[in-house]
DNA sequence: CTAATATCAGGACAACTGATATAT
DNA sequence: CATATATCAGTTTTCCTGATATTA
């Protein structure tokens, strides 16, 4: 190990860590303050954005993709059926799996681009970020993934 | 594959705020579950960096750092309170204020490097990401604490 | 008197745990 | 019988809104 007396390396992470805590704090605030698409709460857009690029799934499988228990995925998903937005059909392999996919409507109304831009998130992201931001920002969120994964 | 003419930056803004939902969620849940220091939340330790780094405040401005209301700061402070970290005294320039600080005791076991090194976050942070891409985080970091304020 | 600070009380949201029914 | 999936019910966590006392 290298240099313990100006910039020891967990000092740097401790200070990384701690901004980040705090940011994560504050973008999930905003995100459940603002971020309604239409009555849809924060965690309910994720669920659409997962079925959107990975395609049909179960809960179980959502659950895992989210880091959260089946129960509480199940909760987000009567809400988006009740919604008309997702509908499950059974998996004829399988009689107790329920295969979850997105209802035409709810692939239109994505297509026409609308759900995009009336969510906060994607819009700030336009607004305050230079393209080339944009990039960077991507590549730290396949950091943050993958450190989310560890 | 690549529109990038057409090249809708919102569809790219859009997909990196899908991600980014996500994240934050998993984050989120992996921090409640995991980076609990002594008996604190997330919140809590929140609180301690803050006050480790900017110094002294009151629950106001506590409250205003972290995006959330004074009164749920307020409990979140009390409870560090009841732990002994942090102490309040009366400003004695304006008598409706508190002025927070660390405990002697709570900055010692900063000091000690223990708090930094118990936490999951920090450690996760050292462990799977090479210092180059903590730096990549690092400046990733400030643009989204652009746009959480913007 | 109006504004700011802190705090008490009750409520809402989104996750959790435990238990149960059904299918493999 | 043992495992996996989904779901029902109750609890906990964390922040919110509303109301009140005190001081500037």
């Known amino acids: 190990m290298r240099t313990q007396q100006n910039h020891p390396n967990d ?36 669920v659409l954005g997962h079925l959107e690029r990975e395609g049909p799934a179960t809960v179980t499988t959502l659950a895992q993709a989210a880091g959260m228990r089946p129960q509480s995925m199940g909760a987000n998903v009567s809400a988006l059926e009740a919604a008309g937005l997702v509908s499950g059909t059974p998996d004829p392999a399988d009689g107790r799996q329920i295969i979850l996919s997105l209802t035409a409507s709810c692939r239109k109304r994505i297509k026409a681009g609308r759900a995009a831009r009336e969510d906060w998130l994607s819009h700030a992201i336009q607004s305050t970020l230079s393209p080339g931001e944009q990039r960077e920002l991507g590549t730290a969120v396949e950091l943050l993934k993958r450190l989310v994964d560890s």
């Open 11 to 46: 000092v740097r992470a401790s200070a990384l860590a701690g901004d980040l805590r705090i940011l994560i704090g504050k973008l999930r605030r905003r995100l459940r303050e603002r971020a309604h698409i239409g009555d849809l709460t924060w965690s309910q857009v994720s």
